[in-house]
């Protein structure tokens, strides 16, 4: 009986002890599970946030795409767009690009035409300062040398006309003379002008016109003078201002090229930029601008290389810098007086020689 008891005892304890783990254990399962319920959210949710993570880069791709290709049309189209429908606003933005298609051209550099009257005889009084002395490089003694030697004068020097035309004068001094001329000994004589068969028959010619029709004489207007066998407007002028005292602007190589590089206009044609330079100055300025800017060009701004280094005008010229800027260096391409050397002339005139000038050699000179 007392075993019975004990036992029943040990069995009671035993009954205790499982009820009280019991609830313990459910208590571990149960946070078992809500610790596996919490990870394995975070792990969903972490491939959740990936896998947009991942697609996003895809979606956006197409977008960069097709922006990319709607772009494309429209840069093509813009341009035929803005002249059309905003020419204003595409051409006030945008200076010296648009302007250039849907405005009218305005003056060189941007410059007023008061501003450039300004600057271009502000050039001609600078040009005067420097050659005093300017003149005509043709030797000659009346209009009836004047306008031969100038006929001649083309495609060639004035120096290598000075040097021909005393040998011409000296055997046909009027114009009776070279008008009965025989025209093999003419052409002997001009043979070193170059295109001495074309010159002869233009001398012989002229002096035959000037015979028959002016009664020997060389007369004083432009509309006369242009009639005559190898006389245009620029020989005309070169007579009328220099023989006969009266305006005009000699248009020859030299002044088409510094008037266009100087940007007092952009014409090429002569009778165009006689125009257009003559609308700049005062008439009385006309023959003398013309000697400045010959002078100008055959010493100091050559063709091919300037010597902007030694030149007066250089704060005036919009080209400064085409041509040698080194001083030094520019100085040796001086040419004529400006560079120690004889000018065109045989005979130049004394104020020429005062101012230091060398008178050219005769032909076969040195």
């Not at 813009?78 to 648009?98: D, H, Y």
């Not at 002016?214 to 432009?222: A, D, M, Q, S, T």
């Not at 007086?337 to 050699?361: C, M, N, T, V």
């Amino acid at each position: 009986m007392k075993k019975t008891a004990a036992s029943k005892k040990s069995a009671a304890a035993d009954r205790a002890s499982t009820t009280e783990e019991a609830p313990a254990a459910r208590k571990s399962a149960a946070a078992k599970k809500t610790a596996t319920a919490k990870k394995s959210p975070a792990k969903k949710t972490a491939t959740v946030k990936k896998a947009p993570a991942k697609k996003a880069p895809a979606k956006k791709a197409p977008a960069k795409k097709a922006s990319a290709k709607k772009a494309a049309p429209l840069k093509r189209q813009a341009p035929a767009k803005k002249p059309a429908v905003v020419p204003k606003k595409a051409t006030a933005p945008v200076k010296g690009v648009a302007p250039a298609k849907t405005v009218a051209p305005k003056p060189p550099r941007g410059e007023s035409r008061t501003a450039l009257v300004r600057r271009a005889r502000r050039i001609n009084r600078e040009l005067a300062e420097v050659y005093p002395y300017a003149h005509p490089e043709l030797d000659f003694e009346n209009p009836f040398q004047l306008v031969v030697a100038t006929v001649l004068s083309a495609q060639t020097t004035d120096l290598r006309v000075n040097q021909t035309t005393p040998a011409l004068f000296a055997k046909y001094p009027t114009p009776e003379d070279l008008a009965a001329a025989v025209p093999e000994e003419v052409e002997e004589i001009l043979r070193p002008t170059g295109f001495f068969r074309a010159k002869t028959k233009s001398v012989i010619g002229l002096s035959k016109a000037l015979t028959e029709d002016f009664g020997g004489e060389v007369p004083g207007r432009l509309e006369d003078l242009v009639k005559l066998p190898g006389v245009g407007r620029k020989t005309a002028f070169v007579v009328l201002g220099n023989a006969f005292g009266r305006p005009g602007i000699t248009v020859d190589t030299h002044f088409q090229r510094l008037v266009r590089r100087w940007r007092w206009t952009e014409e090429t044609d002569p009778d165009k930029i006689e125009a257009a330079v003559g609308a700049l100055f005062p008439k009385s300025d006309w023959t003398d601008l013309s000697h400045h800017v010959i002078w100008h060009g055959r010493r100091i701004c050559h063709a091919r290389k300037p010597a902007c280094g030694a030149c007066p005008i250089a704060p005036l010229c919009p080209a400064y810098g085409e041509g040698e800027t080194d001083p030094e260096k520019a100085k040796k391409l001086l040419k004529y007086e400006k560079g120690g050397f004889p000018g065109q002339r045989l005979k130049p005139p004394q104020a020429y020689l005062d101012a230091g000038g060398k008178p050219a050699p005769p032909l076969g000179a040195g």
